[in-house]
């Protein structure tokens, strides 16, 4: 089916960020695809110093720490609205996007970890090495990350007293998936990862040489007085790998279901590039597969990707510590809670968004955006006034573009024009807009991706 | 010509196959575009003769602990010496242990369990699990969720009953979950089933200052749900949309006439419980509920975490018993337990557990016989540090699906299983 270049823009900017209004999709769109995507790609080059003074204002409005007894934990209201504030006003959509990727892979939860400074001090690890071009370098540093450490229980892992928690995980998880080492493989890693652990008082990172079994041990083969970078070596010469991170990446850009000759395709852009996490992305946005009609609307957004989306398409861009903390009081009756995954392996995505619990509150949470008693800086009426638009045909056909680029059936547009009627007056027309928003959000052309 | 449900599937609309379940709307707006009458198979069902219709009425509650629950710290075998060994820490203390039988007792936080016991209303399965146990939590909970071992199976085990039983089919709260994620153990191949957290919330809010008829909106969102033309993802969304609409009301309806004089505790698996009762007392339908507390993955400091977790499982299901009881339900409803593994005999360095093998599975109800099934675990013959399995899960399933629910388990689980005999006489 031919799409507009709108309606790929929009596509690309859905998939590698988080939607947009009309003016941000004109931008990409005047950079052509794949300019928007080297925008996108090299965000190194965007400046976003206007977020980043957004994020130092939150701080310096808002307690530091929530915990009185414990003010080293720092504040986890907080910690979860400065990360959706970047999402809403980042200039570097896919820097955040692939922080949020990288949260559901090397997945680790406050719930556990308790402290909102090491989650925080996680987060910033992931969006520094967004798009990192060495997975292995970068995987030694999530090795000694205290978040990390502490949700996995590494830091209790000794000598004589192994834990497998970790060792587990970054092999079925995070780099190999499973069927790819054995159950001995697992104790042996565990003990090469002993006295990895964290300092109590500081939050840091530590070895601890009398805690570690330096006796020899056999890994996936290789034996050796083995420490835990020795496996994280051992691990990234395996040629499961490749395609275990290629096809997780695929899933998450392109489609559900890539077929094993697409992920082999892919695995090897990866395996040439040296484990560039960067390279391997920007080749997915720009291959056929995420133009193709397989890919397009395949997925179903993630209640991050429909929150953000729906409030940057609003152009609703805030540092209000209450808004803010309300979205992600609503995302997490969607079924995604900033720092809180479901579990280590991450959110499940797909299919499992979506059940009459989840709907309705997406439903219901696009009506509060555009509700008048909201405090927030939402209103339809003003951004279709601003736009020129004062017909019931007029502002439908505005908000089909902006919301969905006009690509709905015939009949979606008609029953949306049907619900709209005539404007008696003003406090007609008003409410009239607002429900015309709520049931485009609400619709399920709004809810995939 | 009017089109089955099984045609659909035939078809190759089985979405399931594509990692989603597949929209019931459109067997739905199939029976429309056919003028309606509903079709029905002659033979098809799953009821076996007098006894299965005996057993229609029968409801499940499945509750899943999710991430691997100790079964030797919550069944302890306080006879056995190797146990206090291999837990020097995490034990708990043997004059605290509430004791059953002369060598197993329950862990001191589950006096309601006790209870249940003492008053023959709890079978306890000892040392269930399946062949070669996966220690993965994922690939370990697939399995007991889709009862398939040994292939990847995209259909779970109530989802399949699900799709084999036509009686009252067209019931959209046939089954209910309560939780934000439906667990693969109720995908179907045909039908979408509600997950619901609370009522209040299960439902499509307008805004009735603007627009002086709310029902224009409730009006335009079905049609907007049927003008789903993006593919199988959005008719998925479509799907769960409608099915929600027609749900709400009933569900609304029922929450507001249930009283009761059970306090349940202010928690979200109690919270679950309790409007699981609710829709129980409403008698709308619904057989299958399934509820799930997790973070029983004690890898560390396991003594404090597992007490609270297995408080909340007792304090939350006992009440619930409490109120079957007073509504006059408690012998029409079986709850059961299941984890995704046990764990480790020995703990580890850090006064937790590892990932482990077999564990007990609990069966509460009325019409329960209750006791202990089967032998104390054995900790000193292991497997890798693990203990050996008795009792093969599907076992417990097939029985539950014969004896309780009143189907055929050959439909459902693949390969024949050994019978427990676990219910009263009077159900057959």
Known sequence: ?449 | MSITRRDLVKNGLSIAALGLVAPSFLVKSAYAVSGGGRHRESGAGLLTGGQGDALKKNILVVVQLSGGNDGLGTVVPYTDPTYFSSRPTIAPKPDEILKLTGSVGLHPAMKGFKGLYDNGHMAIMQGVGYPNPNRSHFRSMEIWQTARPDVKEPTGWLGRYLDDDDDDEENTLRAINIGNFVPRTLWTETTLVPSITNVESYQFRTDGRFLGDPSAQIDTIHHLCEHAEHGPAEEYVSAAAIDAFASSDLLKTAVGRYQTSVQYGNNPFAEGLKLIAQVIAADLGTRIFYISLGGFDTHSTQAARHGELLTMLDEGVSTFYNDLEKMGKADQVAMMSFSEFGRRVHENGSAGTDHGTSLPMFLIGGNIKGGIYGNNPDLTTLDQGDLRMQTDFRSVYASVIRHWLGADPSKVLDGSFSDIQFTLAKTG
């Not at chain 1, 697992?186 to 805690?211: I, L, M, N, P």
């Not at chain 1, 691990?235 to 392109?254: D, E, G, S, W």
């Open chain 1, 1 to 449: 089916m031919a799409r507009t270049e709108k309606q790929m823009i929009a596509h690309l900017l859905r998939r590698a960020g988080f939607g947009g209004n009309n003016s941000d999709l004109e931008a990409y769109r005047a950079l052509g695809f794949e300019g928007a995507v080297d925008r996108l790609v090299n965000y190194g080059a965007v400046d976003d110093g206007a977020t980043e003074r957004g994020v130092a204002e939150m701080r310096k409005q808002n307690p530091a720490s929530a915990n009185e007894k414990r003010p080293e934990y720092g504040n986890p209201g907080l910690e979860i609205a400065i990360w959706l504030y970047r999402m809403l006003s980042t200039r570097r959509p896919l820097q955040e996007k692939m922080t949020l990727f990288l949260h559901g892979h090397f997945t680790s939860s406050i719930e556990d970890v308790k402290n909102a400074n090491l989650m925080y001090g996680q987060n910033a690890l992931y969006r520094q090495n967004a798009l990192t071009t060495d997975f292995k370098a970068f995987t030694k540093q999530v090795a000694r990350d205290p978040a990390m450490l502490i949700y996995l229980n590494n830091n209790t892992n000794r000598k004589g007293s192994p834990n497998e928690n970790w060792a587990r995980e970054l092999m079925e998880l995070f780099t190999l998936g499973i069927g790819n080492y054995t159950e001995n493989d697992v104790k042996e890693s565990a003990r090469a990862f002993t006295g990895w652990t964290v300092v109590r008082d500081t939050g840091q990172f530590v070895f601890r040489q009398a805690q570690h079994d330096s006796d020899p041990k056999t890994f996936l083969g290789v034996t050796g007085n083995l420490n835990g970078d020795d496996v994280v070596d051992i691990i990234f010469n395996q040629p499961a790998h490749t395609k275990f991170m290629a096809r997780k990446l695929l899933r998450f850009f392109v489609y559900d279901n890539p077929d094993d000759a697409t992920v082999a395709r892919f695995a090897d852009i990866y395996a040439r590039s040296g484990l560039s996490i960067k390279e391997l992305v920007r080749q997915i946005l720009l291959s056929p597969e995420f133009r193709s009609d397989q890919a397009y609307y395949s997925l179903i957004k993630s209640p991050a990707e429909f929150t953000v989306s729906a409030l940057r398409a609003l152009s609703l861009n805030t540092t209000n510590l209450k808004t803010l903390i309300g979205a992600s009081q609503a995302m997490a009756l969607m079924g995604q809670q900033l720092y809180a995954p479901p579990n280590v392996g991450g959110w499940p995505g797909m299919s499992t968004w979506i059940n009459g619990s989840t709907y309705y509150t997406r439903a219901n949470f696009a009506q509060s955006i555009v509700s008048i008693d909201n405090d927030s800086t939402v209103d339809p009426v003003e951004i279709a006034q601003a736009a020129g638009k004062s017909t019931p045909q007029e502002v439908v056909d505005y908000f089909l573009d902006t919301l969905v680029q006009s690509d709905t059936p015939a009949n979606y547009r008609s029953d949306l024009l049907k619900f709209v009627g005539n404007f008696s007056n003003a406090k007609d027309a008003d409410g009239k807009i607002r429900g015309l928003v709520h049931l485009i959000m609400s619709s399920p052309a709004y809810q995939v991706n």
